[in-house]
């Protein structure tokens, strides 16, 4: 009897022993250990942030790239930000934070933010730079340039054709060198089909602020001036608003189409496609296949376009629509680029 009892007690204890080095064996395994391996091994979430001059409502510029933004998100599941800056000191300030959180790519949406992101770059190495407009490079800094200024040059065709005073204008939010290489393509074109035309040139100073954007306008229009073709963001909102009161007065969107801000007095708009364009860099740089350099794109690429309202097409002279198709075969070829000033070198 005694000897049957240790005898179930020692199986039970040796059954215990064996299922314990079971557990053990199995807790140790390889298996196990690949399983707590690949969670530690799960890759950083994707995130993408953007930075703009001004707000996302001005359905230009910045509402573009905030839909480049949107379509990163929707086509690639990335995590965005996005920060509209006031002041110089916050183009720094709001890099550094995005490197600081990990960021892949942060991108700054201007000319103006490229000594900020040369600056800024070096310190996070993981984090790629991108300015629009921009022509710097780094290990982990680009530029992105459009050829807006194709897309001008057929703009100042139409503006040139269709004048009925001979006098046309420009209006920019600032003078910086992207806007006023547009400038003289739009002049350009313009004096192509009539070389007597005369162009007014002004800004307004910021890129916000419609009021001013109006008053522009409105010296321009007392001096003449039927057609204007702006690039004033925010502030061009203003030059739609005189030209519709002016009632004789047309006007050019830039960067969207923007006929639906004013279809009664839009002639047409020089788009950019900025998803397009913000989405193929970010592909690039999801897949570690973002090399930092200069990018170029324009009409060959189909992201720069002149898109002309449908409800004003027959107000433009046939010639002029003529010549427009003529020189966009053209520029699509690269077998001609409009022109922009000695000190301003083209998008190639």
């Known amino acids: ?15 215990f022993a064996v299922l314990w080095g079971a557990a053990l064996q199995v807790a140790c395994s390889p298996a196990a250990t690949n399983a707590a391996d690949t969670s530690a091994a799960i890759p950083p979430a994707f995130k993408v942030a953007l930075l703009t ?94 050829a807006f200024e194709d897309g001008a040059y057929l703009a100042g065709i139409i503006a040139g054709a269709t004048s009925k005073t001979g006098v046309i ?58 057609v204007i073709f702006q690039n004033a963001d925010a502030a061009g909102l203003g030059i739609f608003q005189a030209a519709r009161e002016s009632k004789t007065v047309r006007v050019f969107g830039a960067n969207s189409d923007q006929t639906g801000v004013a279809p009664e007095v839009v002639l047409g708009s020089v788009v950019i496609d900025l ?23 324009g009409m060959q690429t189909d992201v720069v376009r002149l898109v002309i309202n449908p409800a004003l097409r ?5 010639p002029a629509l003529i010549a427009v198709d ?8 690269g077998t001609f680029q409009a022109p922009v000033p000695a000190t301003a070198a083209p998008v190639k």
Request: aromatic fraction near 10%.
């Open 53 to 146: 001059p001004g707000p996302v409502s001005d359905q230009a510029w910045n509402g573009g790239a905030y839909a480049g933004l949107q379509r990163i998100r929707d086509s690639t599941g990335a995590q965005i930000s996005h920060i509209q800056t006031k002041t110089p000191a916050e183009f720094d300030e709001n890099f550094r934070l995005y490197g600081e959180q990990g960021y892949a790519l942060v991108i700054g949406h201007g000319f103006e933010y490229q000594d900020a992101a040369k600056r800024v770059a070096p310190d996070f190495a993981k984090t790629f730079y991108v300015t629009t407009s921009g022509t710097g490079t780094g290990p982990n800094l680009a530029g992105l340039e459009f």
């Open 275 to 297: 998803p397009h364009a913000l989405l193929l860099v970010a592909r690039e740089v999801r897949n570690g296949t973002f090399t930092p350099r200069i990018i170029s794109l």
């Open 326 to 333: 003529s020189v966009t075969k053209q520029l699509v070829a």
């Open 169 to 226: 204008g420009a209006i920019g939010g600032q003078e910086i060198p992207p806007v006023r290489r547009s400038f003289y393509a739009f002049e350009a074109g313009a004096r192509s089909i009539n070389k007597n035309v005369k162009v007014i040139t002004s800004y307004v100073g910021n890129w916000d602020d419609a009021s001013a954007g109006k008053e522009q306008a409105l010296a321009q229009i007392a001096r003449g001036a039927d």
């Open 1 to 15: 009897m005694t000897y049957t009892t240790i005898s179930w007690r020692g199986a039970r204890l040796s059954t």
């Open 314 to 318: 027959n107000t433009i002279p046939l």
